[in-house]
């Protein structure tokens, strides 16, 4: 199925350890964002890309890296965890980045920092 | 991004239409309405935009008034699996969406 996809659902993670979060889309859209969402905060923007090998911060990067070294690929990485980290993390792809483009989410992957 | 009122909660009876409204009084001309919606558990499933004139695709409708100040999503025909936390967003060529408290519509057998 074409799509946007994300692994993996659940991950539990001690505090100061390094973990990736996937995140692959097939329908060949430019545009690709990592959000996360937490109670009381709703969504907010950690990275963007607009094309592979193009990042670029969101309203709260810090603490994270990602890389975009394929248009089809997004991965988050936690390179040293922290309880804050804790949240539920939506990647999402548009085809453009104009305001008339869409994005389109997938379905999240909960993350908890021990 | 201009901000957005919506009601806390709605109900509708199955089979019924949904009409969810949006509040945008500060929404600029080259902002886009758009609405998502959030079942629980998964991520914000888009359902439609427009600029100034009114769309449907084969989810929804949405309504437009003429001053672009407020707009209403209508669901033609709910279902419980409409069941969801809707949200109203104005948009311009940002990216760090606002997604608000949004409504939560209950739709009843």
């Known amino acids: 199925d074409a799509g946007i996809t994300q692994s993996p659902r659940y991950k539990i993670t001690e505090t100061g350890r390094q973990v990736t979060l996937m995140c692959h889309q097939t329908?060949?859209?430019?545009?690709m964002f990592w959000y996360r969402q937490d109670l009381g905060h709703g969504l907010r923007l950690i990275y963007y890309?607009?094309?592979?090998?193009?990042?670029d911060k969101g309203e709260v990067p810090d603490g994270y890296v990602v890389s975009r070294s394929k248009t089809e690929n997004f991965p988050l990485t936690l390179e040293s965890a922290t309880r804050s980290q804790t949240s539920v993390y939506f990647c999402?792809?548009?085809?453009?980045?104009?305001?008339?483009?869409?994005?389109?989410f997938g379905n999240g992957t909960r993350l908890t920092v021990t | 991004d201009a901000k957005t009122t919506q009601p806390t909660s709605m109900d509708c009876a199955e089979g019924r239409a949904a009409n969810l409204p949006c509040n945008h009084s500060?929404?600029?001309?080259?902002?886009?309405v758009y609405w998502y919606r959030q079942i629980h558990s998964q991520g914000p499933q888009y359902i439609i935009h427009?600029?100034?004139n009114n769309e449907t695709n084969e989810m929804a409708s949405l309504i437009i008034t003429e001053d672009r100040k407020s707009s209403t999503l209508i669901l033609p025909h709910a279902t419980l699996r409409d069941t969801a936390v809707y949200y109203c967003i104005v948009r311009n060529s940002g990216y760090a969406l606002n997604f608000g408290k949004g409504t939560s519509l209950l739709v009843t057998p």
């Open positions: 329908w060949s859209h430019s545009y």
């Open positions: 890309s607009a094309a592979a090998d193009i990042t």
């Open positions: 500060t929404i600029s001309g080259n902002e886009y």
């Open positions: 427009g600029l100034k």
């Open positions: 999402a792809s548009s085809e453009s980045g104009g305001a008339y483009s869409p994005l389109h």
